[in-house]
Every structure is written in structure tokens, then in C-alpha cells.
């Protein structure tokens, strides 16, 4: 058996009240492909952070090669072999593709300034010694024939090989890619599935975060699965994918035993069309349609990073979508501000609930209804939303930033209703919450829609989403993959698959 590179023990980070990652252990054998992986606020973030020196420890250990470097600072953890790539390029645009490989070996530099100006002796071996492994980690992932040209010249794909070549150029002892797959299309994917192998190969020891479960599992020797900063498994992927634990920390419980609540459809409220969405040459949604009728709860799901959020996001009107069309209650709203479209009656309840800490319980209500000029109007939709929300009544001169994560998402859902919404958003309600407040969550949604409010549903919880769904459309890397009716798809093994990957 390999030795183990990479030893955590115990490894905790809290921030104030919150236990961001949880007495974690995790070893990494020397010479592997090791992922780290875990539904959203899983804490894999942190725990990356954590191991690069980003961020401090709260508690625990980790040794790196024998050596405990717990407390040692980011830029010595790099000088004794920790290099890492970020979930977002960051490349120098406007240097050239070797220039941007060179600032990745300042590690292993160390000629004075007088000795750096006059170019001789110790400065003029260095630079040679950095130019030529320079060009050889351009040679490992492709880019040699790319060297003199500006970065930001090179397509998306060919940037992310770029910030590996920056990594491995000091021959890195733990290589740390953070996401290395996201916004890759296929080919892009595979051909990095290769360059991680030939990696390995070469004997470097990777650590992964990665969304795309099939990427993961077709890759990695091993996997730590973490949900609620707590590691709640660690072994193959093959046996990743069939443990109980993680297919419920991925895909979350039934919310209550409720008989299920049929939806009678009326006309098609919402109809998306192709819709394609792209951050800078990043494509985050893969021209998708979908349809919500009036009356129905659809259900939009799938993995971390499948684009369901960036959907909403241009649903409401927060991002500009790159083509396709959106149509609500028969306009075309695609492109119009967010103003104008919460006017037509379109509401997000925003991922993370963004309530308004400093302002009162009823002033974020007040703030739901500021297109509403009659005042008795405002104070009957704040009554009713309050026998709705009793936790809310009892709180309305309270500061929502003084409210629990449960409490401030009746809020944010609160603040949506006072629009009195045609359609209502919700965005991943559940996230974070207790068992208990999510049943409670769950099964005000299914209030809403017995009432007759229509709502579409991203939600990383897919059992209890499904279970409250009419229709749901499952999301895989910005593409629809599967969609049909929410009781079908609740029996459907394929659904596992979508967030898990497949183990070939």
C-alpha cells in the first residue's frame, strides 16, 4: 500500500456559532487521485482552504509528508510542495502563456536584489532553471506550442490546463485542484480526465473538489464525502455511490409522510426557450426549456454546479441569459431588468435567503411590498402572512439578522408573498436547515399549493422536492438530462446517477 501524504486529524474550523467543518479525518495515499466531495455547504470549501493555508484552523492536524504544518502560513505550505488551482481562473490575461507558468516558481527562487539586477551568478542559474521548467510543464498539458501568446488569448478549456502547468511547474508533492471540470464541455472533460491520470502517473498526489459526479467517479482512486462539515464517508467510489448515507446526503429524505397534493394545471405560465447562459466563456446553462403551468409546483434538480441556480438567476431577471427566450404569462421577458419583471408578478426567494439583518422583521416585509401603494392592501397580505408564519408574528419587531437560518427563511419567503407573486421562485429553501424546520418548510410549499400558487423549485433535497412536485426536470452540467412527472421521477434509479455519477 502507498504511503499516506496527507494526514488530517481532527480538523475543525468553526466561525463564531457556526461549525463550518466538524473533527474531520481524511488520508490521502501518496502517488493517488483523491476527491472530496459533498452536496452544497457540505463544507469542502473550507476544508480545502484549510489544507492550502488559506484559512486557519480552528482545531485538529495536518501533516503533510510526516511534517505537521498546521500552523504554518500559505506561502511556506507552498514552499514544501502544496500547489493549488482555483475554482475560478485566475490567470494574468495580459502576460503571456510562459510568463504566467514563471509566476508559479517563486518558491524556488532566492537571489538577492543585487544579484537579480546584475543578472549574474545565482540569479542567472535560477532564471534558466525556471525557464526551462517552465517549458516543461507546458509540454505536460499541451501548451508548449502556446507559450508566447497573451493568456487571455487561449480558449476556456485551454486556460484551465494553463493554471495546472502554474501548479505543477515546482513539482508539487499535493496538487489541489478546486473544480478543475466546471464549465469543461465534454471533450474538454475527458481530455482533462487524461492529463489527471498522466499526473498521477508521474507520481504526483492529487486532491480534488469536484461537482461532476461522473468526472469523480470514472477518476478518483478514492473519495471523503462531507455533509454538514462532517465526514460522513470514505472509501471507493464504486462503494461511494451505493452507501445509504450519501445517496441521502445528495438526494435528502421524504419531508413528511403527507399524502401527496395534485396540482390542477392551468395554462402555460412560464415557457423557457433554448436558454443558454454563460459567465465570461464559462457556459453554465446548455440551451435548456422548459414549461410551468398555473397552479403546478416543478421542480428544477440535480448536482452542485448543474446551473440550477444561474436558471433563476435569469428567470428573475439578475443575469442577462446569452440566447434563448423567456416567456411569462404570454410576454416575452427575456433580458428585462429584475424590477420590471417582479412587477409582472415573477418572485425569487433567493439561494441563502440575503433577508436584510439590520431591518426589522416587518421592515423586510414592508420591503416585499413596496410596489403596492394601498396601504390597507399592504397591511391585509402582512396579517395573512403572518397567521401563516406564527414564528414571524411573534418576532416582528426583532432584527432578522438575530433570526435562526430556519426563521430567516420564512422571512425570505414571507418578503416573496407580500408581492402577491404569479409565480413564485424558491431557491434551494432547505439549505442548511435542521430536519425539523425543512419538514416545516415542506410542508408550507405544499400549503402554497393546495391554496393555488404556482411555484418552481430548485432544491438540492430531491426526494422531498419530488415529493412535492407535479413535474420535475433534472439539470446535469447546464444540459436536461431527464424530466416527467415528479411521482414518476421519484422511483426513477437514473436520478441517482444524475447526482452521483456513474462508477465506469
Same mark, same amino acid.
Given at each position: 500500500?502507498? @504511503? ?6 481532527? /480538523?475543525?474550523?468553526?466561525?463564531? +456559532? ?5 473533527? /474531520? @479525518? ?10 472530496? !466531495? ?12 484549510? !489544507? ?6 480552528? &482545531?485538529?492536524?495536518? #501533516?503533510?509528508?510526516?511534517? @505537521? ?11 514544501? +510542495? ?7 481562473i485566475r490567470i494574468f490575461g495580459a502576460m503571456t502563456v510562459l510568463e504566467n ?14 544579484? #537579480? ?5 545565482? &540569479? ?10 517552465? =517549458? ?18 487561449l480558449s476556456y478549456g485551454d486556460q484551465r490546463r494553463l493554471e495546472i502547468a ?23 472533460? *475527458?481530455? %482533462? ?9 508521474? +507520481? ?6 469536484? =461537482? ?12 471523503? /464525502? ?9 472509501g471507493r467510489p464504486a462503494a461511494a455511490r451505493e452507501d445509504p448515507t450519501v ?6 429524505? &421524504? ?5 401527496? #397534493? ?35 409546483? /416543478? ?7 448543474? +446551473? ?40 425569487? #426567494? ?52 438575530? %433570526? ?15 408581492? &402577491? ?6 431557491? *434551494?429553501?432547505?439549505?442548511?436547515? $435542521? ?19 404556482? !411555484? ?5 433535497? $430531491? ?28 422511483? @426513477? ?12
Open positions: 500500500m502507498n @504511503d499516506i501524504l496527507l494526514d488530517l486529524a481532527g /480538523v475543525t474550523r468553526r466561525y463564531a +456559532g457556526l461549525v463550518a467543518v466538524d473533527a /474531520v @479525518d481524511m488520508q490521502v495515499f501518496s502517488g493517488g487521485i483523491h476527491a472530496l !466531495i459533498g452536496p452544497n455547504g457540505a463544507g469542502k470549501t473550507t476544508l480545502f482552504n484549510l !489544507i492550502s493555508g488559506v484559512t486557519p484552523v480552528s &482545531a485538529g492536524q495536518i #501533516v503533510l509528508g510526516g511534517a @505537521d504544518i498546521t500552523r504554518l502560513g500559505a506561502h511556506r505550505r507552498a514552499r514544501l +510542495g502544496v500547489a493549488r488551482t482555483f475554482q475560478n507558468v514563471l509566476t508559479g516558481l517563486h518558491t524556488k527562487l532566492s537571489a538577492n536584489l543585487l544579484q #537579480v539586477v546584475a543578472h549574474f551568478g545565482r &540569479a542567472r542559474r535560477e532564471e534558466s532553471d525556471a525557464l526551462a521548467r517552465a =517549458h516543461a510543464a507546458l509540454a505536460l498539458v499541451g501548451l508548449e506550442a502556446a507559450a508566447n501568446l497573451p493568456a487571455a488569448s502554474r501548479a505543477m511547474a515546482p513539482a508539487p508533492k499535493l496538487l489541489l485542484l478546486d473544480e478543475p471540470a466546471a464549465g469543461m464541455n465534454p471533450a474538454e472533460t *475527458e481530455a %482533462l480526465a487524461g492529463l489527471v491520470r498522466s499526473l498521477s502517473g508521474l +507520481g504526483t498526489t492529487v486532491l480534488l473538489v469536484e =461537482h461532476d459526479m461522473g468526472f469523480v467517479m470514472g477518476l478518483a482512486d478514492d473519495v471523503t /464525502v462531507l455533509n454538514f462539515g462532517r465526514r460522513i464517508f470514505s445517496v441521502e446526503a445528495y438526494l435528502g429524505h &421524504a419531508s413528511a409522510p403527507a399524502a401527496r #397534493v395534485e396540482a390542477r394545471a392551468g395554462a402555460k405560465l412560464l415557457t423557457v426557450t433554448g436558454l443558454e447562459i454563460s459567465y465570461g466563456r464559462t457556459p453554465a446553462v446548455k440551451g435548456i426549456d422548459l414549461t410551468v403551468a398555473e397552479g403546478q409546483v /416543478v421542480c428544477l434538480i440535480g448536482a452542485n454546479g448543474a +446551473g440550477k441556480t444561474t436558471t433563476m438567476r435569469a428567470l428573475s431577471g439578475l443575469i442577462r441569459p446569452l440566447r434563448g427566450r423567456i416567456a411569462f404569462a404570454g410576454q416575452d421577458i427575456t433580458g428585462q431588468p429584475a424590477h420590471r419583471i417582479a412587477a409582472a408578478g415573477l418572485c425569487q #426567494v433567493p439561494e441563502g435567503r440575503q433577508v436584510f439583518p439590520d431591518l426589522t422583521v416587518a421592515e423586510n416585509l414592508a420591503l416585499g411590498a413596496a410596489l403596492v401603494t394601498d396601504r390597507a392592501e399592504i397591511l391585509r397580505r402582512q396579517t395573512a402572512l403572518l397567521a401563516r408564519f406564527p414564528r414571524l408574528a411573534e418576532r416582528q419587531s426583532q432584527l432578522a439578522g438575530l %433570526l435562526s437560518g430556519g426563521e430567516q427563511q420564512m422571512l425570505a419567503m414571507a418578503r416573496a408573498l407580500m408581492g &402577491a407573486p404569479r409565480l413564485l421562485l424558491l431557491d *434551494e429553501p432547505s439549505m442548511g436547515l $435542521a430536519p425539523l424546520l425543512i419538514q416545516e418548510i415542506f410542508r408550507i410549499i405544499a400549503d402554497l399549493k393546495r391554496e393555488g400558487t404556482t !411555484i418552481l423549485l430548485v432544491e438540492q433535497n $430531491a426526494q422531498a422536492a419530488l415529493e412535492v412536485a407535479d413535474h420535475a426536470y433534472v439539470l446535469e452540467t447546464g444540459k436536461i438530462v431527464l424530466h416527467g412527472p415528479a411521482a414518476d421521477l421519484a422511483r @426513477d434509479k437514473r436520478i441517482v446517477a444524475a447526482y452521483l455519477g456513474t462508477s465506469g
